[in-house]
């Protein structure tokens, strides 16, 4: 696609049940970054993906947080229990190319947890 | 520790105005600065961006000024707009990217009166 894909756009959950957050990445972009953004706050760096190596989860909160990316591609994001403080809004990047690199975000994902 | 510090926080700018928003690094190597202008509901969108070879680079209304020696870099928007309200965030970038490919300021909210 032309650009990054991230459903759904918003989520309204209660609080102890499992969510699922999608990226569909930039074809192409082998490095895919997930981000938290708590209101009104920066970004949070959650996870990283690189191609088909090992992601660095260091960023993740808790063991509530994984990550997985399919195939090198789709990426999806799994907040287990969530809870209060898990709303935000999650986004995904992709980084694209060599000597000349820049990241591309999507729109995020809203996650209200009631 | 907080590798980029932005400032103001906030930021009210009578339309015609110049914006300027503020952000120094600590990390010698990072080698990619960008700015992203978010508007509510969406995702961070890259403004403009600056490598450290250049101390200025300019496109339409908005000029980023970099100091390689004094590890600081800013935004400039000339002939500010309303259309220009939003948070803008300062980044960092360092080669190879990485789980920290991409360190980020805390943002400013933009406000341009009419």
């Known amino acids: 696609g032309a650009g990054v894909s991230q459903s759904p756009s918003n989520k309204v959950t209660e609080k102890g049940k499992d969510v699922e957050l999608r990226c569909d990445p930039i074809?192409?972009?082998?490095?895919l970054y997930w981000y938290r953004q708590s209101l009104g706050q920066g970004l949070e760096f959650l996870i990283y993906f690189q191609g088909n190596s090992a992601p660095d989860k260091s960023g993740l909160p808790s063991d509530r947080f994984s990550a997985e990316r399919t195939g090198g591609s789709v990426s999806t994001l799994t907040i287990q229990r969530t809870q209060q403080e898990d709303s935000a809004v999650y986004l995904c990047?992709?980084?694209?190319?060599?000597?000349?690199?820049?990241?591309?975000f999507g729109s995020g994902t809203r996650l209200t947890v009631v | 520790q907080q590798q980029v510090k932005q400032s103001p926080q906030s930021l009210i700018v009578q339309k015609g105005g110049i914006s300027i928003i503020n952000c120094a690094y600590e990390n010698t190597a990072f080698d990619y600065f960008p700015w992203y202008q978010q508007f509510p509901g969406k995702g961070p969108a890259l403004l403009i961006a600056?490598?450290?070879?250049?101390s200025e680079k300019k496109e339409g209304r908005f000029t980023i000024s970099f100091n390689k020696s004094a590890k600081q870099f800013s935004l400039h928007i000339m002939d500010s707009q309303p259309g220009d309200s939003a948070t803008y965030f300062c980044a960092a970038s360092r080669p190879g990217g990485g789980a920290d490919g991409l360190t980020f300021g805390k943002g400013t909210h933009l406000i341009i009166q009419p």
């Open positions: 990047a992709t980084r694209f190319g060599g000597p000349s690199y820049g990241y591309t």
């Open positions: 600056i490598r450290p070879d250049v």
């Open positions: 074809s192409g972009h082998t490095a």
